[in-house]
């Protein structure tokens, strides 16, 4: 059901690559709510996806840029302000570990490779922020929202580095979102999704069990990409005026059972 709960809101979402993304399921449904967007991605992600379908669904425009680049995001940024004024909502919908697609191991890391996937994963949002801040670009009661997974809490075997670049993540929009909340009145906060089916999410090994796991201990089985676009969008609205600082678990309940009935039945029925 579409209210229009964005009309005049302006905004960036990182991270669209193609419709699997949640990124592109948000930009549907802030579009849909009457919001407005530069979309972005890195350019070679640009280049691989489909992206500028969506930006044309969308009547969008399209800036290719490099997360971790300050001199991008600067230019991204201005680009956006030129466009719109101000900005009301950004999503930042990155994640990479080299670790995890080239195979290593979490006892053999690479380390050249876990400093460039805790750049793009974690840093970049740092870097978004800071860059967001400087140059004044958000409104009163603007929304920032980035994804994480709870596995930045707890062990999930193969989710590698991933891992620690969440947690990095989260602790980044604590400790950046009390600032942007005294000195802008801008609201930060995370979003734990359940595991879900995108290009990004397909590099983890094992990710099939994570979802048959999470479905099976989830009182309200695991939320979509499309559940997070519309969790998004909430955040982006007035609806969430004073809520920041959250990690926000859309995870059908996963996060808080200790076991499922489904699951002592399969482990029974050995």
Not at 109 to 127: C, E, P
Request: aromatic residues 10%.
């Amino acid at each position: 059901m579409e209210n229009n709960i964005l009309k005049g809101k302006k905004g960036i979402i990182f991270g669209a690559l193609d419709s699997s993304s949640i990124a592109w399921k948000t930009a549907e449904n802030v579009f849909r709510e009457g919001g407005e967007f530069v979309l972005t991605n890195a350019p070679v992600s640009v280049r691989m996806g489909s992206i500028n379908e969506l930006a044309e669904k969308t009547n969008s425009e399209l800036v290719p840029a490099d997360a971790t680049n300050l001199e991008d995001l600067e230019n991204l940024i201005k680009v956006a302000k030129d466009k719109f004024g101000k900005l009301d909502f950004i999503l930042h919908s990155i994640g990479m570990s080299v670790n995890v697609r080239k195979g290593r191991h979490y006892t053999d890391l690479n380390y050249d490779w876990l400093t460039k996937g805790w750049d793009v994963s974690a840093v970049s949002f740092h870097k978004l922020m800071q860059s967001l801040f400087k140059l004044d670009a958000m409104n009163e009661w603007g929304s920032i929202v980035a994804l994480t997974y709870i596995a930045a809490q707890r062990t999930f075997p193969n989710y590698n580095d991933m891992a620690d670049n969440k947690a990095y993540l989260e602790s980044i929009a604590r400790s950046f979102g009390y600032i942007f909340g005294k000195e802008k009145n801008v609201r930060v906060n995370t979003i734990s999704q359940s595991p879900t089916l995108t290009t990004a999410g397909k590099g983890v090994k094992g990710l099939d069990d994570f979802l048959n796991y999470a479905e099976l201990t989830s009182p309200l089985g695991n939320a979509t990409a499309d559940d997070c676009a519309n969790l998004t969008v909430s955040l982006f609205s007035d609806y969430t005026k004073r809520v920041t600082l959250q990690n926000i678990f859309n995870d059908g309940g996963f996060s808080n059972v200790g076991v499922s009935q489904e699951i002592i039945d399969k482990l029974n029925s050995k």
